[in-house]
């Protein structure tokens, strides 16, 4: 508690009072999830998920639906905002609507999915079946799970979130049988899958895609004035003034250049923020858009590449170190290990083979990092690879030399 009878000169300068720039920060973090009238420029999209849902405000089976959309488009927010509203609504009728929520890049087998959905909806006092944490078969989640369902939910939808993360799609096939099948006798169930990629259902087997009929919606990037809307909803997390009248045009501008997500438009905006207040100012101008943008980009990279172990580190600055240096931007693996070479050399690292640097590109190009392409060079030649990051290579280059093991290394790598 703060004591009101301390004086000014008590404090200790060390710490900051007096928070210049923003009133309420959390409102720009990343883990905030907006309520409903923070949600700007989805209505068409959250009419078309109510759609799909809605037989279950009579407790009828609603429609299985996909939902496909870049990083940061709204997926995951639109569809928690109307299950939960479809929940309230049913309520009123007396239908009780559950929902179910798995993080698939969390929960990627059949058996996790399947436990992670029977703990959440079930109620041990309620039903008196438990969900253990491990030592069931995968079958016997599923026989806890339609129990629980049926003593439960008159209609149970599942949001199987970044669906594309599950080792196969088992699971799709037996929740879109369910009731076919007599596994649940009241309650009915609806899939909601949620994936980055557009391509998602030609991955599906034929078994599954002759049960799991279901509706599909896009979610564009979103505009600059979208995220200009959504920016401006969330102005009240700075102190009346503080904003800079260019400040959101420019952020949403930027962010909608690249993939238009509202995720880094937050982020771009929160940082100008912090940079303001680094900087010791009572006003966000333009000049601390950009900044932050690079520390936005700088930061998301950071988290990409922390856990990649130094040589990983090396071969990604020899590729950003080819793209500054060239107009080129796709390099063959003999150009990338001529340039990481010479840079292990520079700071004294030991040099890896060919073969395993090549092996680590591919890695990276898992993590989306980079782009990897393989090539014939015609009839019984064999194939080579060229490389290309996705990163911006300033960034890249910034990042990874600011790792101290990399302060032998000024640039003649390249
Ligand atoms: N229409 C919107 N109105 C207000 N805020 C939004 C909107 N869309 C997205 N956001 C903000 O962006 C964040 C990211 O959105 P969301 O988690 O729904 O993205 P996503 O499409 O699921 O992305 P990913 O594919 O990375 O999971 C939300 O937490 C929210 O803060
Ligand atoms: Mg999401």
């Not at 940079?275 to 966000?284: D, G, R």
């Not at 060919?354 to 190009?365: D, K, S």
């Not at 393989?374 to 910034?398: F, M, N, P, Q």
Request: glycine content about 6%.
């Amino acid at each position: 508690m703060a004591d009101e009878n301390h004086s000014e000169t008590d404090r200790d300068s060390l710490f900051r009072y007096e928070e210049p720039i923003f009133a309420r920060e959390e409102l720009l973090d990343i883990r905030h999830i907006p309520g409903p009238e923070r949600i700007v420029g989805r209505d068409t999209h959250m009419q078309r998920v109510a759609n799909a849902v809605n037989p279950a405000i009579f407790g009828r089976p609603p429609k299985h639906l996909l939902i496909y959309g870049k990083t940061g488009t709204g997926k995951s927010l639109v569809s928690r905002h109307v299950t939960e509203r479809l929940a309230a609504e049913a309520a009123k009728d007396e239908v009780t609507v559950r929902t179910a929520f798995v993080d698939c890049g969390e929960e990627n087998t059949e058996t996790s999915a399947v436990k992670t959905i029977a703990s959440q909806l079930n109620e041990p006092t309620e039903t008196g079946i438990s969900v253990p944490e491990r030592g069931l078969a995968t079958g016997d989640y599923y026989k806890r799970l339609w129990r629980i369902l049926d003593a439960r939910c008159d209609v149970a939808l599942i949001l199987l979130d970044e669906i594309d993360m599950l080792e196969d799609d088992e699971i799709l096939r037996k929740l879109s049988r369910a009731g076919e099948n007599n596994r649940v006798s009241r309650c009915s169930i609806g899939v909601i899958g949620i994936s980055n990629k557009i391509d998602y259902p030609d991955q599906l087997t034929e078994r599954v895609k002759s049960s799991f009929q279901h509706d599909e919606i896009v979610f564009k990037p979103y505009t600059a004035d979208q995220l200009g809307d959504i920016l401006d909803n969330r102005c009240d997390a700075f102190r009346p003034g503080v904003l800079g009248d260019d400040v959101i045009p420019l952020t949403s501008a930027l962010a909608a250049q690249e993939h238009g997500d509202a995720r880094k438009a937050i982020d771009i905006l929160r940082n100008a923020g912090r940079i303001a207040t680094e900087e010791e100012l009572t006003e966000v101008v333009v000049g601390h858009v950009r900044k932050a943008k690079e520390r936005t980009e700088a930061n998301r990279f950071n988290e990409i590449v922390a856990g990649t172990p130094v040589q990983g580190k090396a071969i990604l600055l020899a590729l950003a170190m080819l793209t500054l240096v060239s107009d080129e931007t796709e390099f063959s693996t003999k150009r990338v290990y001529d340039t990481y070479t010479s840079i292990v050399n520079e700071i004294g690292m030991d040099q890896l083979s060919e073969r395993r640097v090549n092996e680590i590109l591919q890695e990276q190009a898992f993590l989306n990092v980079i782009n990897s392409t393989r090539t014939s060079r015609g009839r019984g030649r064999g194939v080579y690879s060229t490389h290309r990051l996705l990163e911006d290579a300033d960034i890249v280059r910034k990042v990874i030399t600011a790792d101290d093991r990399f302060d032998e290394f000024d640039g003649v790598g390249a």
